[in-house]
């Protein structure tokens, strides 16, 4: 698996599109299984031309989904062929998966049979007659949980995003898949309908499809979808996280902590909330690799927030949704600061950078924080909307596309908010009419001070004609 990464994967960048909706993952996906093909082309012409330099008469082709040995053999028992002849050219099967690791055994079974051939001592045994059962078509869930990684990361680079996938499939498989069933479309669909909820059922079916793929088995689940319909939520307004933010020292006095570093804790919470609450940063975003001395820096004139490339979205660089909040919450606090970095490089690997953003909602709870920590997100994208900002500045800002910003973040549009907005409306339209209005007015004024202006020209011209005389 490791040659594989180093060989397969070293120049391979992933795209850093993957914003949770169904076109980011397809991006992702089509530009990782364009380069593995453009790799496995590359090895096949090479393992090909290393069986004909050694006058092997075996050459490898992949076809449908597995790699085949194609070679002029006798002919099998009971075949005649139409010229006479006792030999024709064969494709043979050996159930070999079209992977780097089936390459590796093409490989080898293209060396054996050619010896066979070379030696004139070829029969036609259950094994090339593909009688033989294969592994894949009997393999268990539970047999096959123990491949999962392996088999994962032979079609994908590995990164943070992709352990952190990884993980969540691996509790998924224990959840909803591990069982001595052996694995064909029967099953997995069993294993799909036991789930009950829209939640469950999206990623019980996301995961089938991994194990579908994985296993070169053609199965639809689109008709075991479950239409989810999102729960009534609250989202924060600026008064509410104005007011919460205190709660984190509150809660500091009234626990009894002897550590100086447990004594602190509420300072690096009240910062990481409100990183959240004026960028609308995703809590991974604040404790994976943040741009500390970017924020800091006297040349960000713009008080931009840099967002490491190794995150969901990959690299951006975010404008504060308030800017007034960065003074009113101390966010460049030189301690604090401090104690983030910290943080930030406590984890070495992704289960312990989850541990720490399951930590900071953890302390949302303790403290009482009437919200949980990605209604902040939520709350910037709802203000976006009310101040006026364009969908697409506003989606670019928050690492997601349009697509994901109007499905996703409106749905909590409330009540209130829509009341905000019909006001602000109405009041706008107010102002236009009264300024419509005003501008006709002006322009009545006008016309009849031009009228006035001739009037009084004429009486002016009539004056010095009368004294010339």
């Known amino acids: 698996m490791d040659d594989i990464q180093d060989k397969v994967f070293i120049d391979f960048e992933v795209p850093a599109t993957s914003d949770g909706s169904y076109e980011g993952r397809k991006k992702i996906i089509e530009a ?13 012409a090479e393992v090909n031309q290393r069986l004909k330099l ?41 159930a070999i998966p079209a992977n780097f690791d089936g390459l590796k055994t093409a490989e080898e079974e293209g060396y054996e049979l050619g010896k066979l051939i070379a030696r004139k001592t070829f029969t036609w045994t259950d094994k090339y007659l593909g009688i033989r059962a294969t592994k894949d078509k009997c393999i268990t869930f539970n047999e096959f949980y123990h491949e999962f990684e392996k088999r994962y990361f032979q079609t994908r680079k590995r990164t943070i995003r992709s352990e952190n996938s990884l993980r969540s499939y691996k509790e998924w498989y224990r959840s909803y898949f591990l069982c001595d069933s052996i694995i064909n479309e029967s099953n997995i669909k069993l294993k799909v309908e036991s789930t009950k909820t829209a939640h469950a059922r999206k990623t019980s079916m996301q995961l089938a499809k991994v194990i579908c793929k994985m296993l070169n088995l053609t199965i639809t689940f689109e008709d075991l979808r479950i239409i989810y319909k999102p729960k009534a939520r609250s989202i924060p307004d600026d008064h509410t996280i104005i007011r919460s933010i205190e709660l984190f020292e509150e809660r500091s006095k009234k626990a009894k902590c002897t550590l100086e570093e447990s004594k602190n804790s509420w300072k690096l919470y009240k910062l990481i909330y409100s990183l959240l609450a004026i960028y609308g940063l995703r809590p991974r975003e604040v404790l994976n690799n943040p741009d500390l001395e970017w924020l800091m820096s006297s040349e960000n004139e713009y008080n931009t927030f840099k967002v490491h490339e190794s995150n969901k979205t990959g690299y951006r660089e975010v404008f504060p949704f308030v800017p007034e909040w960065i003074e009113l919450f101390d966010v460049k606090n030189k301690e604090t600061i401090k104690l983030l970095k910290k943080r930030s490089l406590s984890w070495k690997t992704s289960t312990e950078l989850k541990n720490r953003i399951k930590g900071i909602s953890n302390t949302f709870k303790i403290c009482n924080i009437p919200f949980v920590p990605y209604d902040l997100r939520h709350a910037c994208a709802i203000r976006a909307h009310l101040q006026g900002l364009p969908i697409k500045a506003a989606a670019d800002n928050l690492g997601h596309g349009v697509k994901i910003h109007t499905k996703t973040y409106q749905q909590w549009f409330g009540l209130e908010n829509r009341r905000k907005a019909f006001s602000q409306t109405f009041a706008d339209q107010y102002q236009l009419e009264r300024l419509e209005n005003e501008n006709i007015q002006l322009h009545k004024r006008v016309d009849e001070l031009e009228v006035e202006n001739a009037r009084l020209k004429q009486m002016l011209n009539s004056d010095n004609k009368v004294s010339c005389n």
């Not at 194609?70 to 043979?92: F, M, V």
């Open 32 to 44: 990782t299984d364009k380069h593995l093909k453009m790799k496995f082309e590359q090895e096949l």
């Open 54 to 94: 050694s006058k092997t008469k075996v050459r490898l082709f992949c076809i449908g989904g597995s790699i085949q040995l194609r070679a002029t053999l006798p002919l099998k028992p009971g075949e005649t062929h139409k010229q006479g002849r006792a030999k024709k050219q064969y494709y043979i099967s050996l």
